[in-house]
């Protein structure tokens, strides 16, 4: 007899790491609680040692596990289809934890898109690259140069955005994580900007994928959090980081992000309904010049981004000013009116982001401009709202830009 069929991503959305999983009696809640407690004791001495060693599922201090996390991470886990999954406080300590499982050590070497989250770019540069690890940044769009570079360094590890930030390249995470095993390399995925809606990397084969939960997860711009999702054989790892380093999520940001993954289905939807609209307005406005959407086929990624998403590009769009000068750019984002000009993304709002001051301010203007930087870019996490009422705000900031 076969397996049962999983039951469909929303239905896992609504349920996973749910009531029905709270411990039984007479009644039960109907969502799962807040065990807002810092530690957790037992009738005897003995039943806690035996849940400190592992023979007896439990949880004694909340540094090391907590219920109301575990059901946050059984749900990523399965949204994901990964073994294990394993909460932190934020998506840079996520981050952090995915690089440490990695075990780098002197002489290591590490193989890290170019194009990449400023804050990840600079925890590589400011504490593994001073401890000996040699840290190379590539263009890893380019196959064959991955290739290359792989053959020549036989990095430990591969570090990639599955979509990129500001300007949305698509990477071939099938492709790439296929190179990286062929040289030896375990490959770490952050997968932030798509979610488990858009695309699940572990079934590319992928070691270690990376959310900063604090977007499209959570998604209210109310929490902070980070999830790592993986197998069984780095799961302990992450787990020794989280108790020895504390980067926990706490008790009630966990709830939140599970009340957010609830809904993750819909509001991608409409990310990605709104979003597609919004590039193909802004596309056809004289005062743009350029239009970055992965669901485009003007975009350089966009026979990668159908093959790993089929109909679904998601909801960051980003765009040039023509003239876009910096006091012209910035003025434009300083007169919307519905849009919050905010540094972050994945909320149900449209947030707008000026990457040469916030995301990517530490660059030099050469770096920058080899990432496609311009003083014209804007970045747009576009929101769920209504997107004519998200275009006529573009309209009239452009009018008056
Ligand atoms: C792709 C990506 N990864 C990681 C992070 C870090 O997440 P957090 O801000 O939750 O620490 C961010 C934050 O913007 C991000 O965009």
Redesign the pocket.
Known sequence: MGEDPLPGFGTRAVHSGGGHETPAGDFRPSVFPIYAASAFYYPTQADLDAVFAGEKPGFVYTRNANPTVAALERAVADLEGGSAAVAFG???AA?HAALLALELGPGDRLLVARDL?G??RDLLLTFFAPMGVGVRFADLTDLENAEGLLAADRPKGLFF?AVT?PVLRVLDVPALTGLGHKYGAKVVV?A??TTPYLYRPLAAGVDLVVH?A??YLAGHGDV?G?VVVTGPDLEPALRTTLRLVGSVLGPFEAWLILRGIRTLHLRLERHCTNAARVADWLATHPKISRVYYPGRSDHPDHAVARKLFGSHFGGMVAFELKNGTRDRTMRFIDGLRLCRPAP??GDIFTEVLYPPISSHRYLGPEERKRLGITDGLVRMSVGIEDPEDIIADLEQALANA
């Open positions: 934020s998506g840079m981050v989250y804050a990840t955005e930030n952050d932030t900007f900063s604090t977007k902070m980070g972050t993304l």
